[in-house]
């Protein structure tokens, strides 16, 4: 079973300075895979994504959400699969970006922080539920 998530979804007015460039990618299409170097986190700014862990699903992100924010940060490979659910319009970060965003929004990172703390929280739920 997947959980939507429910998080404050990120405003994109925070770009409106700011020369990100936004991709486009197909339905079914692989946009990260586990393994990879995590170099990139990505913004979802219209469309739905789904997370799987070893082939399942665990979460899907939709219009304001982010993924992929745990390898930039940490600077690891990805642990995880995002797949496009429908044709998804990203805006993709790398750690420069990351950084200037969070130098102009400050509030930008409490919601990459709340973001991440859903995620370990709702882990910690189903490792419970499997004991």
Request: glycine share 8%; charged share 25%.
């Amino acid at each position: 079973m997947t959980d939507t998530v429910k998080e404050r979804p990120i405003d994109f007015r925070i770009f409106k300075d700011l020369d990100f460039p936004q991709v486009t990618i197909a339905a079914g299409e692989t946009i990260l895979a586990p393994g990879e170097d995590g170099a990139v986190m990505c913004m979802v700014r219209s469309g739905e994504v789904q997370v799987l862990v070893d082939g399942m699903p665990v979460e899907d992100i939709g219009p304001g959400g982010i993924f992929g924010e745990m390898s930039l940060i940490e600077g690891g490979p990805r642990s995880a699969r995002v797949v496009a659910k429908t044709v998804v319009e990203l805006v993709p970060l790398d750690e420069r970006q990351f950084i200037t965003l969070v130098a102009r929004v400050p509030h930008f990172s409490l919601l990459v922080m709340r973001a991440m703390a859903r995620r370990i929280r709702r882990m910690n739920q189903r490792l419970s539920d499997v004991a």
